[in-house]
């Protein structure tokens, strides 16, 4: 049940993660945040396919991390759903176009490594 | 790869285009950062005093919203995804992973200080190799893309023209 648990956190996150990133980029810097330009925000939110794509596979992860947190100690539960870092790394290099330089590599791969140890 | 890529710094003489750019993105990441912590310990806090919501039905995760420690838990994700949403509209993925990566370290302490959770050496060390690694990715500059694709110089020009 945890190994389960700890897929549908991750798989679904890293997923919403890049259509997040992607949707974002696309509508630009929040610059108004006032209730009103927050609810502009939200409407613009509402027609961006990515946003609104990544709100499953995010949702999905939320529960799946809310049933972790009952079942396990918070120490286990938040370092190991950071297990999908590489994972996200490689597909926004690829699918964002981002450069991934060796600091960001090198980087990414401590602090992945960082988060196996406490979760140990 | 060409690790000496001008993408991945801004323009001469730009100084105060990339202190705008790298101060913003500090001050989002810390936000970022603490509404992570808080919203996951309250979360932590009122689970465990509900007593679990491990079910597939979505009726006991309605009912934990009304726990006080859970609601305010799920305020503080609220604002951990806005910020986060407004932290993704310039800085690059692989940039606010890891740099916000932070909030798991303060999470670890928190867990020991408030919720008597064990810290090990082994913990330690894992807190010591997220906070080096995130130094690492700190030296990056954090905005190569846009909607378009991969920044060039002259898109940062560009940008500063604007």
């Not at chain 2, 500090?26 to 309250?42: D, K, P, W």
């Not at chain 2, 692989?94 to 670890?108: D, G, I, N, Q």
């Not at chain 2, 913990?123 to 190799?129: K, R």
Request: with cysteine; aromatic share 10%.
């Amino acid at each position: 049940m945890i190994g389960l648990l700890v897929t549908l956190v991750v798989v679904p996150g890293a997923i919403g993660d890049l259509l997040n990133s992607a949707g974002m980029k696309r509508h630009g810097e929040i610059t108004d945040w006032s209730p009103l330009g927050l609810l502009r925000l939200s409407r613009d939110l509402l027609h961006n396919f990515y946003i609104m794509a990544s709100i499953p596979a995010m949702a999905i992860s939320f529960f799946a991390l809310m049933a972790l947190l009952s079942a396990s100690d918070l120490s286990f539960a938040v370092p190991i759903t950071a297990s999908s870092y590489i994972l996200e790394t490689a597909l926004a290099k690829y699918y964002l176009k981002e450069r991934v330089d060796w600091r960001r590599w090198v980087g990414t791969t401590l602090v992945a490594i960082g988060i196996a140890c406490l979760s140990i | 790869m060409d690790l000496r890529s001008p993408v991945l710094r801004p323009p001469e003489g730009r100084s105060w285009h990339k202190h705008t750019i790298i101060g913003k993105t500090v001050i989002v990441s810390l936000i970022v950062i603490a509404t992570n912590v808080i919203g996951n310990y309250a979360l932590k806090r009122g689970l465990s005093q509900i007593g679990g919501v491990e079910s597939w039905s979505p009726m006991p995760y309605i009912h934990a919203f009304l726990h006080p420690w859970v609601g305010i838990g799920v305020i503080f994700m609220f604002a951990w995804l806005t910020s986060r949403l407004s932290l993704l509209s310039w800085a690059d993925l692989t940039y606010v992973l890891p740099v916000t990566s932070f909030s798991y370290v303060l999470s670890a302490i928190i867990g020991a200080i408030y919720l008597n959770e064990q810290v090990s050496n082994l913990h330690w060390a894992g807190i010591s190799l997220i906070t080096v690694g995130i130094l690492l990715v700190v030296l990056t500059y954090p905005e190569t893309t846009d909607e378009h694709g991969p920044l060039t110089d002259s898109d940062h020009e560009n940008r500063m023209i604007e």
